[in-house]
């Protein structure tokens, strides 16, 4: 990544290192959600996006989502969480510790570019990069994520040992969700560059060996049903409560006298199913809440706003910015608008590309410019090409220089 452009989403038939020479498309179809795909030098000469030092001053800040995984042979697991004191990660000085930190790519532009390589998937099911640091021996138990996930090698060595969990139940008395018994099916040992695949619902265990190393973590989201059908009914009940006419109580005028009190009326059930009903087919507002909810900043983020210079130019998008698009709508930061012909064509490309250049911010409508305008005050959007970061430390050291950071580091802090 010399080019210092923000790199495309992968072309579906173009064949990757970073697939072990599939394309998108057969990755896609062979090996996602299905099974595990081990591949040696995914990305070759790889230069960790945070330095060790880098990657423990931020789990010392606050905001920063962070843990600290301990195995003692006395004290047996612990868990801390972040923030956390310096005095805190001096026990990273010690044999068979873990520290993850997650959403490295909000707080650091050269993760955030890395996660770029992985749009052939879409925006909508990205979550984030988490990093994780292990001294010799550390990892965090054989345990099962209901997630997909990219485990990336950055520096030093991690063997994983990987297999469908015969036995799903949990070790108790212990502060992380561990499996009681766990049965590899393949060993695989992990160098800087390479990566594993790894479905939803396969156990791992992944240990640092041979001294400490760092894996960083491509996170997939996928929402849970009854979970996103809660969100999306308060949303809409949410624009109901807006509209006195579209929520009116239950009323029963023809009401007959009972002698059975006890009974649920026939006609408050029906209303029961009516009130559901009416969430169910307004299949455009769904929509509408939906792009919403997706977009929604994480927790913990906010936006430097800044004064509003600008009027024309490049932009490009704030790393922490969430946008995504359907048919009718462009969603950014949890808010939907409504577009149409060109400037719905001029969003799109915004967010597909997470920039525009200054030609076609001149092409856009006085409409589009303010919205445009608008966003880059409340810091969403920012003035100027992308800036790409694509190693440790700021402006994107070049591997030499990141090496002899790593041996300088012996020193622990
Ligand atoms: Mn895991």
């Given at each position: ?215 960083c973590s491509i996170g997939f989201r996928a929402p849970r049903r009854a979970e996103l059908a809660v969100e999306l009914a308060q949303r809409l009940a949410d624009l109901d409560a807006e509209d006195s006419g579209a929520d009116r109580p239950y009323a029963d005028r023809r009401l007959a006298a009972t002698r059975r009190p006890g009974r649920v009326p026939a006609a408050l059930q029906a209303f029961a199913v009516d009130a559901l009903l009416r969430f169910v087919t307004r299949p455009r507002e769904i929509a509408a809440a939906l792009g919403e909810l997706l977009t929604e900043p994480k927790t913990g983020v906010s936006f430097p706003h800044r004064a509003a210079r600008w009027s024309r130019g ?100």
């Amino acid at each position: 990544m010399a080019s210092n452009r923000m790199p495309r989403a992968p072309h579906p038939d173009r064949p990757l290192a970073l697939l072990a020479g599939l394309t998108p498309k057969q990755f896609l179809r062979r090996h996602w959600q299905r099974k595990p795909l081990v591949i040696r030098g995914a990305i070759p000469a790889f230069v960790p996006p945070v330095t060790r030092a880098a990657l423990f001053a931020l789990a010392r800040r606050a905001g920063v989502e962070a843990r600290l995984v301990a195995h003692d042979g006395r004290k047996g697991w612990t868990l801390a969480h972040g923030p956390f004191a310096k005095s805190a990660l001096r026990v990273l000085g010690g044999p068979r510790r873990t520290l993850l930190v997650q959403g490295v790519d909000l707080h650091d532009e050269a993760a955030h570019t890395l996660l770029q390589r992985f749009r052939f998937v879409p925006d909508a099911r990205l979550d984030d990069l988490m990093i994780s640091w292990a001294s010799d021996g550390g990892g965090v138990g054989p345990h099962v994520d209901s997630y997909d996930v990219f485990l990336l090698q950055a520096q030093g060595w991690r063997r994983w040992r990987i297999g469908r969990p015969k036995d799903v139940s949990l070790r108790r008395g212990v502060p992380l969700k561990m499996l009681r018994r766990f049965a590899a099916e393949q060993e695989h040992v992990l160098g800087p560059g390479d990566m594993l695949y790894l479905p939803p619902n396969w156990a791992h265990d992944g240990v640092a060996v041979g001294g400490e190393c760092m894996t960083c973590s491509i996170g997939f989201r996928a929402p849970r049903r009854a979970e996103l059908a809660v969100e999306l009914a308060q949303r809409l009940a949410d624009l109901d409560a807006e509209d006195s006419g579209a929520d009116r109580p239950y009323a029963d005028r023809r009401l007959a006298a009972t002698r059975r009190p006890g009974r649920v009326p026939a006609a408050l059930q029906a209303f029961a199913v009516d009130a559901l009903l009416r969430f169910v087919t307004r299949p455009r507002e769904i929509a509408a809440a939906l792009g919403e909810l997706l977009t929604e900043p994480k927790t913990g983020v906010s936006f430097p706003h800044r004064a509003a210079r600008w009027s024309r130019g490049a932009v490009a998008l704030d790393r922490r910015t969430r946008i995504l698009y359907d048919d009718e709508h462009v969603f950014i930061n949890g808010e939907s608008y409504r577009a149409s012909g060109d400037d719905a064509r001029l969003m799109r490309r915004l967010a597909d590309d997470r920039c525009l250049d200054a030609h076609a911010v001149r092409r856009a409508s006085r409409a589009a410019r303010l919205l445009l305008r608008e966003w880059v005050v409340a810091g969403w959007l920012r003035p100027g090409a992308p800036r790409v970061t694509t190693g440790a430390g700021a402006g994107g050291v070049r591997p030499a220089a990141a090496r002899a950071q790593r041996s300088r580091g012996a020193k622990r802090d």
